[in-house]
Nanobody
Framework: QVQLVESGGGLVQPGGSLSVSCTASGSSVRSTVVSWYRQAPGKQREWVAVISGGGMSNYADSVKGRFTISIDNAKNTVYLQMNSLKPEDTAVYYC??????????????WGQGTQVTVSS
């Protein structure tokens, strides 16, 4: 099985920066795609950004130009660098991994989430 552990959330003032990370451990997974999602209180979970194992990335319009997703394959870790943060970025941030197991079966795993609060 694969486990994901997020870290790096916290409290930051508007306009500030914060980085969260997602580290995978456990069974080997290939053809991986890792996404960040977020869920604000009373709202549905929304997609934020995605990156493939080869480094191709894409972003939601709401964070494009402010957030950067990156991957360190040697460390099995995906990072989300968040700049110019706004109060509306406040949410629990979750990472999601999709890929194929060594036997070819589909794998999807969610992390436990990390709170990001943007407030003065």
């Amino acid at each position: 099985q694969v486990q994901l552990v997020e870290s790096g959330g916290g409290l930051v003032q508007p306009g500030g920066s914060l980085s969260v990370s997602c580290t995978a451990s456990g069974s080997s997974v290939r053809s991986t795609v890792v996404s960040w999602y977020r869920q604000a209180p009373g709202k549905q979970r929304e997609w934020v950004a995605v990156i493939s194992g080869g480094g191709m990335s894409n972003y939601a319009d709401s964070v494009k130009g402010r957030f950067t997703i990156s991957i360190d394959n040697a460390k099995n870790t995906v990072y989300l660098q968040m700049n110019s943060l706004k109060p509306e970025d406040t949410a629990v941030y979750y990472c999601n991994l999709r890929g194929l197991s060594t036997s070819g079966g589909g794998v999807e795993v969610w992390g436990q989430g990390t709170q990001v609060t943007v407030s003065s």
